[in-house]
Antibody
Framework: EVQLVESGGGLVQPGGSLRLSCAASGFTFSSYAMSWVRQAPGKGLEWVSAISGSGGSTYYADSVKGRFTISRDNSKNTLYLQMNSLRAEDTAVYYC??????????????WGQGTLVTVSS | SYELTQPLSVSVALGQTARITCGGNNIGSKNVHWYQQKPGQAPVLVIYRDSNRPSGIPERFSGSNSGNTATLTISRAQAGDEADYYCQVWDSNWVFGGGTKLTVL
């Protein structure tokens, strides 16, 4: 069974930093691209960042470019999101998700249970 | 950037058929994926590539896509189907609709 378990969320002051982790199991982690998707309280889903299976290619939403860094350690089957210069609008539940693809199309399955990040003074 | 439009809410009587739409410019030329999110839980894929059901998803869930509208259809709606539903397409990155809250009366 594929499992994704996020950790690292919490309360942080504006301008602060936080690193999220996502531990993966049940599949060949290095063979799959992974993503982070967030959901602000009471709001919809927003894609944040993605990384290729090897880690050699990374992608970011404009809203986090230059502040967030996605990475992975395939020896530990773990995905990371380093978040710097955090703002109140970054407050959200952050989900990691495994990318599925077919002929250039992309979707997510499954998703982790999420970790809450609250940016507030 | 590509935009997807969903109704904020849809209501359906118990046992009847619910239809949730997802609008986008010529969305029929793209593949649409649907996620179900129950309160306090992570999203779950219920339909991928317009009309395919992942293993474990009941046959009551189906999808279609044509022209400017994709539709998620839930037959014989149950109380357990109450959730938020999100459509998603790939347009050089992942684009989500705003979500639709399904209420089963």
């Amino acid at each position: 069974e594929v499992q994704l378990v996020e950790s690292g969320g919490g309360l942080v002051q504006p301008g602060g930093s936080l690193r999220l982790s996502c531990a993966a199991s049940g599949f060949t982690f290095s063979s799959y691209a992974m993503s982070w998707v967030r959901q602000a309280p009471g709001k919809g889903l927003e894609w944040v960042s993605a990384i290729s299976g090897s880690g050699g290619s990374t992608y970011y939403a404009d809203s986090v470019k230059g502040r967030f860094t996605i990475s992975r350690d395939n020896s530990k089957n773990t995905l990371y999101l380093q978040m710097n210069s955090l703002r109140a609008e970054d407050t959200a539940v952050y989900y990691c998700a495994k990318r599925e693809q077919w002929l250039g199309d992309n979707w997510f399955d499954p998703w982790g249970q999420g970790t809450l990040v609250t940016v507030s003074s | 950037s590509y935009e997807l439009t969903q109704p904020l809410s849809v209501s359906v009587a118990l046992g009847q058929t619910a239809r949730i739409t997802c609008g986008g410019n010529n969305i029929g030329s793209k593949n649409v994926h649907w996620y179900q999110q129950k309160p306090g839980q992570a999203p779950v894929l219920v339909i991928y590539r317009d009309s395919n059901r992942p293993s474990g998803i009941p046959e009551r869930f189906s999808g279609s896509n044509s022209g400017n509208t994709a539709t998620l259809t839930i037959s014989r709606a149950q109380a357990g189907d109450e959730a938020d539903y999100y459509c998603q397409v790939w347009d050089s990155n992942w684009v989500f609709g705003g979500g639709t809250k399904l209420t089963v009366l």
